[in-house]
């Protein structure tokens, strides 16, 4: 009899024709599974270390399950024939993310352990022209990816450098298994999914799998233009508020998306699903888009009850998107909120343009209801609106402007780090991978969720002190506002070393310093005194009782 974990997945071999699969638990609950058709590949690189992937066998069908409890599971098609039998082993796997029982402003696992997404935007990997002939520098419009290399190694690092999650974008061309034509599907796509997931898995992370981002089906000169042909007429669809609005589109979109929900519906790895990246941003009016977003996130939990769903909304950078920030906060659907701001001097706002801390803290206070969890799910620094990854990155060696964005989020009520976008032009040019790990051995041991904490700051000329003081545990990040990109990249300007930085907090402190820094932390008359350092740090205090 096969074998399977708690909270691992199986795949179960199913009758050709069937639509689903019906599965007996230890109590005696049934459970239906769709199943799909699912077609293996072998990946195999080139001496450049491109990637191709090479069909393997014949198609089959299949569903996936994730067991719940220990015991013995048994399986049954549409006629209530057995086809197969199980049994759940136990497992250390803490099980789904959930929104916390006792905290609704954060997240906790099945067995009640806490989480707190710290990670970043991991959108799709890199694509290269290649050459045209023999001339030098003449590139073709053929385009070749490293493809699983390039994963593995940014997953790895992720879980070396204490990261937890990742974003992934199902509409990137590495994992877009959906064609031009509404109902038609790329298996090689889907194949590579299920590498992508396993090696999350594998690494102990979870991701967040976003549908899509397109935005226009006219300007084809646009990021995010999708053409899209409809399968009855054969002709292209060219109006997107249409597309949005009417039933029939609707419909067609979650066929469309099915072959991801029946592969992944109920899967642990799933952080959650988004349904759109900044859908407020495209062809189409706020009005409609929040209604398709009220329709469509009861549909794909009905899908996939066990994860999360939500929506995201473009950056926050002038003062209309207050509006849309508030209206999708009250659709009773969305499991959690999100917002998405950046470093942007031609930002409307005055406070995107200078420093991200300031900027980070006022996101989580406009957009936190205290009712859900909130998190900074897309941050970062652009050139002016949008036109490009930041100019001073590529002089970001120490990475000020990832602690600036990453750490702030959550020591103002936030229930995860800010999730930074530029992934592969500057974390991982930069290498900026180990900049996770303060943070997440800070968290080592703390129950985020039974803590009440409440974000408090203590008012310093010299760095931010942003706190969350809880019945426990108080954690407090301290940052240098003098080692900011415009003082150090723009500027030139070295950062002073700081020193008689007072914490009136009584308890054991722990101190952990960001990447490239030290410093000591003595105990003082009021508490706690930092000294000698020039970046900044997390400390994590016991509370005297």
């Keep these: 009899m096969n074998a399977v974990e708690r909270y691992g997945r ?81 497992s250390d796997n803490p099980g789904y993310v959930q929104v916390s029982r006792r905290d609704p402003r954060y997240f906790a696992f099945s067995d009640g352990s806490s989480y707190v997404p710290i990670g970043l935007n991991l959108v799709g990997c890199g694509y290269d022209r290649q050459p045209a002939g023999n001339e030098h520098f003449r590139a073709s419009e053929d385009v070749r990816t490293t493809g ?29 298994a959906r064609t031009e034509i509404m109902g038609v599907h790329d298996p090689a796509a889907l194949a590579r999914l299920d590498k992508v997931l396993d090696l999350a898995r594998q690494y102990g992370i979870r991701v967040k799998l976003c549908f899509e981002h397109f935005r226009t089906f006219t300007d084809a000169g646009h990021f995010a233009y999708k053409r899209v042909v409809d399968p009855d007429t054969g002709r292209q669809l060219l109006d997107v508020e249409t597309w949005f609005r009417e039933e029939r589109w609707n419909r067609r979109w979650l066929e469309d998306i099915a072959p991801y929900l029946d592969r992944y519906q109920n899967d642990p790895v799933v952080f959650a699903w988004e349904l759109w990246n900044e859908i407020d941003c495209g062809d189409a009016c706020f009005e409609t888009v929040e209604r398709f977003t009220r329709r469509m996130l009861p549909e794909v939990k009905r899908r996939s009850p066990k994860n999360l769903v939500v929506n995201s909304l473009g950056s926050m950078d002038e003062a209309c998107k207050q509006q849309v920030q508030d209206a999708f906060a009250a659709i009773p659907d969305m ?14 706002l005055e406070i995107c343009r200078e420093d991200p801390v300031a900027f980070s803290q006022d996101a989580v206070q406009r957009c936190s209801t205290g009712k859900k969890p ?26 000020r402007i990832f ?60 760095a931010w002190i942003l706190g969350l003081k809880g019945d426990n545990t108080t954690l407090v990040l301290v940052r240098s506002r003098a080692d900011r990109w415009d003082f150090v990249l723009r500027d030139g300007k070295e950062p002073p070393v700081l020193a008689g930085i007072d914490l009136p907090l009584r308890g054991k402190a722990e101190v952990f310093w960001l990447p490239g820094d030290e410093g000591a932390c003595e105990p003082s008359a009021q508490g706690w005194t930092l000294s000698g350092f020039r970046r900044g740090c997390i400390v994590k205090i016991q509370n005297e009782k």
């Design 335 to 348: 499991d959690f909120l999100q917002v998405h701001r950046y470093l942007d001097q031609g930002a409307p």
């Design 374 to 399: 909130l998190i900074l799910t897309e941050t970062g620094a652009v050139n002016d609106r949008h036109v490009g990854p930041f100019r001073f990155y590529s002089a970001d060696h120490g990475g």
């Design 10 to 90: 199986i795949q179960i071999p199913a009758p050709e024709g069937a639509s689903c699969l019906w599965v007996q638990t230890p109590a005696g609950a049934r459970e239906r599974i769709p199943t799909f058709l699912n077609q293996e590949y072998d990946f195999v690189y080139d001496r450049h270390g491109y990637e191709a992937q090479t069909p393997r066998g014949e198609a089959y069908r299949c569903a996936r399950y994730t067991p719940e409890q220990e015991g013995e599971y048994l399986v049954y098609d549409e006629a209530g024939a057995q086809v197969e039998a199980f049994v759940c082993t136990p």
């Design 148 to 176: 699983m290399i390039q994963w593995r190694r940014w997953l790895a690092q992720m879980r070396e450098g204490g990261a937890n999650y990742a974003r992934i974008w199902l509409s990137n061309r590495y994992t877009q």
């Design 403 to 462: 602690d600036d964005v990453t750490y702030p989020a959550f020591f103002c009520g936030a229930a995860g780090s800010g999730h930074i976008w530029h992934w592969d032009c500057y974390v991982d040019a930069q290498n900026l991978w180990p900049h996770f790990r303060p943070l997440h051995d800070a968290l080592e041991g703390v129950q985020v969720d039974a803590e009440n904490f409440q974000p408090d700051s203590i008012p310093d000329e010299r």
